[in-house]
């Protein structure tokens, strides 16, 4: 099984920053995308930002302009660079294989923005 190990989440004022990590236990070099989710409480999860192993890469609108997905392929990882943090990204941030998430769900790390 492919094994998704999420970190770097914490508790960050408006406007802050913070940077998550993906630790993916496979050659990401043969996955065509990877991606990542969030789910907010009462909401359903959603795919907030992909990319493909070729540099494309794609953003829901929400989050457009302040976050960053970065593959690193030597690394098996891949992170998520969140700027300009709002309290509507307080969510459960996971990994997973993009736009269809294939693999079984990590446990995802916890980010929480306050006003």
């Known amino acids: 099984q492919v094994q998704l190990v999420e970190s770097g989440g914490g508790l960050v004022q408006t406007g802050g920053s913070l940077t998550l990590s993906c630790a993916v236990s496979?050659?990401?070099?043969?996955?065509?995308?990877l991606g990542w989710y969030r789910q907010a409480p009462g909401k359903q999860r959603e795919l907030v930002a992909s990319?493909?192993?070729?540099?494309?890469?794609n953003y829901t609108d929400s989050v457009k302009g302040r976050f960053t997905i970065i593959r690193d392929d030597a690394k098996n990882s891949i992170y998520l660079q969140m700027n300009s943090l709002k309290p509507d990204d307080t969510a459960v941030y996971y990994c997973?294989?993009?736009?269809?998430?294939?693999?079984?769900w990590g446990q995802g790390t916890q980010v929480t923005v306050s006003s």
């Open positions: 496979m050659n990401i070099d043969s996955i065509y995308g």
């Open positions: 997973n294989f993009a736009p269809n998430a294939a693999a079984f």
């Open positions: 990319a493909t192993m070729n540099g494309r890469t």
